[in-house]
């Protein structure tokens, strides 16, 4: 049966790896990172010379090579992330300020990537505010746009920095600069998207204020919106091969995963210790690895869910 | 009873032991009390001193702490003990439960020994000496142990074995936990299981241990006085074991969960806020979640946690409470908590949502 999925993935991250060690001594990190490494992690990408926009036109370009696709033949780009950091190094938030009180603010990734990478057919979209689940948005709107008739291939990439002036730690999660490239179309012959859920609660938009509240309503949630794809896509718990996750603390993992019912061994969980947790696109950069190493094989039935810090839970049921 | 004889009560001041002493004295003209209280000052009969005598001791000492004189008046006078008295806290260390509730009982039972006639010893513990037990849930004594939640139910279970061994006459009482005064659900004392519904409502509640099975076995204060009152100083209630508990009118956990939360969602202000119904999850993924919260919580949240902590692994060891000894020497059994559940919810926020949901304002 073909429906739309996912043809391709690539992604980039920046030179320069630091362990929690370097971090710590940095002053980057606010807990202690023996804690943090109980919790999963070891060390992340950080870019020192790279902007967002770089690793993004990395992540296309080498997405598009890899799976020799026209450049002409892409109807749609969906770009995520925050525009304003796009162009400057390091995510600099002096070169941000100065943007924004300029005409500089015009100045668009997403337009500049459909030109470098020729996309001349492509209308371009971009989306941002979703946190961590910008790029399952822009792949649930590439899936509905290709439903519609509206596009046969969309180009989703998704690039999103931590400024330099930025800790590298976000509650009890460690966090990688990096960028993803994610082609869907039409008739994908694996990885076929079979159900989608998103769960948005605008009631915890101030999520400081909230925190409390946040952590408490996070599994619930979290368990509804996993529940929901699992029942679209006609799975049980036991029915899933792999669960692809997003790069937080695997204990929040085990947690969620007690609640929903779904083995712990299931969890792909190799990359919070090497990349830790981006907010670019966890998920498909794990997918793109566990395909590579062997662990997804075709038909395997792979779930895949991330939460959007306050307000966002998203999954995606893929049959690979 | 003839009239120089007396009952001596503990936890009188309580609302359970006062609701209890009222509908004693109001039952039999002749029937005096002594309350065992700590302090002799604080005492209000509400209408009944004039057959109540408040003497001061403490159960914590051999002896209750008593005057020689107070001592000698029970001794002559006493024919029956109702003890009520516990200290409820489920947070107390071991030591500090069985300080009250164990060795309170002790020292209570060697009273009872030194009195000059036969004395009934009417206790009142509770049905969650059970403990970690699961399944249905006999009127014995006999069950072995597997453990407990809390201090609080194991001091209580260790006062029940006193009782048996040291007691002539006895009857023990196991009532469920109390919630509200009667089936109009009017609450005149909080617990733990309001603090937990204010922080359900609050939106504070990540995930509840339980099961398919478990339910929530509550009873009103009605219930449970009018009961301990009819058998207290019955004769063929002596030996018995009776649980005031709804049995097979509790509720099944989840749906508990969801009526409160289909009465609380009918206001949009609360609905529009996106709270999710916690889930039930097993024992060892809540004591994951605690683990982390012990962690990485701030200390607010910590707190909140640490407050269910003590008896929330109680909902993931489904029981049945068997009724049926209870129900036989009474003749009537506690109302379904169907019956009474939401006017109880409806009552304890009619004033609205206590400051623990309103982190935002602050």
Redesign the interface.
């Known amino acids: 049966m073909s429906a739309p999925g996912i043809t391709g993935v690539a992604y980039a991250l920046p030179a320069r790896r630091r362990s929690l060690t370097e971090l710590a001594k940095l002053g980057q990190l606010e807990?202690d990172s023996s804690?943090l490494a109980q919790f999963g992690f070891d060390g992340v990408y950080v870019a020192e010379e790279e902007t967002p926009y770089a690793l993004a036109l990395a992540a296309a370009t080498a997405v598009l090579t890899e799976h020799k696709v026209p450049a002409n033949d892409v109807d749609l780009l969906l770009y995520c992330g925050t525009s304003a950091l796009a162009f400057s190094p390091r995510g600099s938030a002096a070169d941000v300020a100065r943007r924004l009180a300029t005409t500089g603010r015009f100045q668009y990734p997403a337009t500049r990537l459909q030109y470098d990478l020729g996309l001349e057919r492509a209308s371009t979209i971009a989306l941002d505010q979703l946190a961590c689940t910008s790029l399952f948005a822009a792949l649930r709107l590439a899936r509905a746009t290709i439903a519609a008739g509206e596009a046969r291939r969309v180009l989703c990439v998704s690039a999103e920095f931590f400024p330099e002036c930025a800790g590298r730690e976000a509650i009890?999660n460690v966090t990688a600069d990096a960028a993803c490239a994610v082609l869907v179309e039409r008739a994908a012959p694996q990885n076929r998207i079979l159900s989608s859920a998103v769960?948005t609660?605008?009631?915890?938009w101030?999520a400081d204020?909230?925190?409390?509240?946040i952590?408490?309503?996070?599994?619930?949630?979290a368990?509804?919106v996993v529940d929901e794809t699992l029942q679209r896509a006609g799975w049980s718990p036991h029915d899933v091969t792999w669960v692809i996750p997003h790069n937080v603390?695997v204990?929040?993992w085990?947690?969620l995963l007690?609640?929903v019912g779904i083995p712990r061994e299931r969890l792909w969980d190799h990359n919070v210790a090497r990349i830790g947790h981006t907010l670019a696109g966890d998920n498909f950069i794990n997918l793109r690895d566990a395909i590579d190493d062997g662990s997804v094989r075709p038909g395997d039935r792979l779930l895949l869910f991330s939460y959007g810090y306050g307000a966002h839970w998203t999954a995606l049921a893929v049959e690979a | 009873m003839p009239a120089t004889q007396a009952i001596l009560v503990t936890g009188a001041t309580g609302l359970l032991g006062r609701a209890v002493l009222q509908r004693l004295l109001a039952s039999d003209a002749r029937l005096r009390a002594i309350v065992l209280v700590r302090d002799a000052t604080r005492w209000s009969g509400a209408g009944l001193h004039e057959r109540v005598t408040a003497v001061e001791g403490d159960l914590r000492s051999v002896g209750l702490g008593l005057t020689g004189e107070v001592h000698a008046l029970i001794r002559q006078q006493v024919r029956a003990i109702v003890h009520f008295a516990a200290d409820t806290r489920f947070s107390n260390p071991l030591a500090q439960a069985q300080a009250v509730n164990t060795a309170g009982t002790e020292h209570l039972l060697e009273l009872a020994y030194e009195c000059t006639s036969s004395v009934r010893f009417a206790h009142v513990s509770t049905a969650f000496v059970a403990g970690r037990r699961t399944g249905t849930i006999a009127e014995e004594l006999d069950a072995p142990s597997a453990g407990w939640v809390n201090a609080y139910e194991q001091s209580k279970y260790e006062a029940e074995q006193l009782v048996r061994r040291h007691a002539a006459d006895w009857v023990i009482f196991r009532p469920a936990t109390v919630v509200c005064d009667d089936c109009h659900g009017a609450v005149s004392q909080l617990n733990a299981v309001h603090r937990a519904l204010r922080l359900y409502r609050?939106?504070?509640?990540?995930?509840i241990p339980g099961t398919d099975r478990s339910t929530i076995d509550v009873v009103t204060t009605d219930f449970v006085a009018e009961a301990i009152a009819t058998l207290a100083l019955r004769a063929d209630a002596a030996g018995c074991v009776a649980h005031l508990c709804a049995g097979d009118g509790a509720l099944p956990l989840g749906d508990l969960l969801d009526m409160t939360f289909a009465y609380w969602a009918r206001d949009s202000e609360w609905r529009?806020?996106?709270?999710?119904?916690?889930?039930l999850?097993?024992l060892?993924?809540y004591a994951?979640?605690e683990r982390?919260?012990e962690?990485?919580?701030?200390p607010?949240?910590k707190r909140?946690t640490r407050s269910l902590s003590h008896f929330v692994p109680q909902l993931a060891l489904p029981k049945l409470f068997e009724t049926s000894t209870a129900r036989a020497l009474l003749g009537f059994g506690a109302p379904p908590v169907r019956e009474f559940w939401l006017r109880m919810v409806e009552q304890l926020f009619a004033e609205g949502d206590t400051a623990l949901?309103a982190?935002?304002a602050a």
């Open positions: 807990s804690l009890f769960s609660k605008g009631y915890y101030d204020a909230l925190r409390n509240e952590v408490a309503s996070y599994f619930p949630t368990k509804h603390s204990r929040s085990e947690i007690g609640l | 609050a939106g504070l509640v990540a995930m529009r806020r996106g709270i999710a119904r916690p889930p999850v097993d060892n993924t994951l979640f982390s919260i962690e990485v919580g701030d607010s949240i909140l949901g982190t935002r």
